[in-house]
């Protein structure tokens, strides 16, 4: 079963748009990492935000957490076609056992 | 540095068969943990190895079985195969002293026919 849910299910916008996709999860978690998928194929790894932080950058990537809410944000500035692809929030409870949850698709246009 | 990777890249079986797929952990890594993408859905847990022993292990029948190898390499067989165990299969591969992140494979793409 998933952890939790990404929302939305699917984002369309221009390229230099910002991106906002939001993550909700049910437990306790020791910390919530986003990964990117292209067609389908393997995970890349594009952040990790440990229990007991609250925001973090990477590039034109900000993601911030909310352990009260059990929520989780990612926020992709000045985006770019190349940034087409699904994305995935997975919480971490315990032993690197990653629960996902179903995904946003994202699409940026020309 | 090679990277998690993975083989076959894609496999086809006919139901009732039987599929090993083999997963290489990225260089200094020494755990494994093996994940079931069915399409449009998020990855699910299979199990993870570490020291060649079954660590953890997710809601999946006992059909699904691994091993792992002292060079930290890693096999996930799946008997009697149903048509719902068609998906992607991913690798990920992780350090137990270096932090939590997982690094994913390519996948193996099955379809059980």
């Known amino acids: 079963s998933q952890q939790g849910e990404e929302d939305p299910q699917a984002l369309s916008i221009q390229e230099g748009e910002n991106a906002t996709m939001n993550c909700s999860y049910k437990t306790s978690i020791n910390n919530l990492q986003w990964y990117r998928q292209n067609s389908g194929r393997g995970l890349v790894h594009l952040i990790l935000i440990r229990s007991n932080e609250r925001e973090k950058h990477s590039g034109r990537l900000r993601v911030t957490l909310d352990t009260s809410k059990k929520s989780s944000s990612l926020l992709i500035t000045a985006s770019r076609a190349a940034d087409t692809a699904s994305y995935f929030c997975a919480t971490d409870k315990s032993f690197q056992k990653l629960v996902f949850g179903t995904g946003t698709r994202l699409l940026v246009s020309p | 540095d090679a990277g998690v990777t993975q083989s076959p890249t894609h496999l086809i079986k006919t139901r009732g068969q039987q599929v090993t797929l083999r997963c290489s952990p990225k260089s200094g890594h020494d755990t494994v943990s093996w994940y079931q993408q069915a399409l449009g859905q998020g990855p699910q847990f299979i199990f993870q190895?570490?020291?060649?022993?079954?660590?953890q292990r997710g809601n999946f029948p006992d059909r699904f079985s691994g091993h792992q190898f002292p060079n930290y390499s890693s096999e996930l067989n799946v008997n009697a195969l149903l048509l719902g165990d068609s998906a992607l299969y991913l690798c990920?591969?992780?350090?137990?002293?270096?932090?939590?992140?997982?690094?994913f494979g390519p996948g193996t793409r099955l379809t059980v026919l």
């Open positions: 990920a591969s992780s350090s137990q002293g270096a932090g939590d992140t997982q690094y």
């Open positions: 190895y570490y020291e060649e022993e079954e660590r």
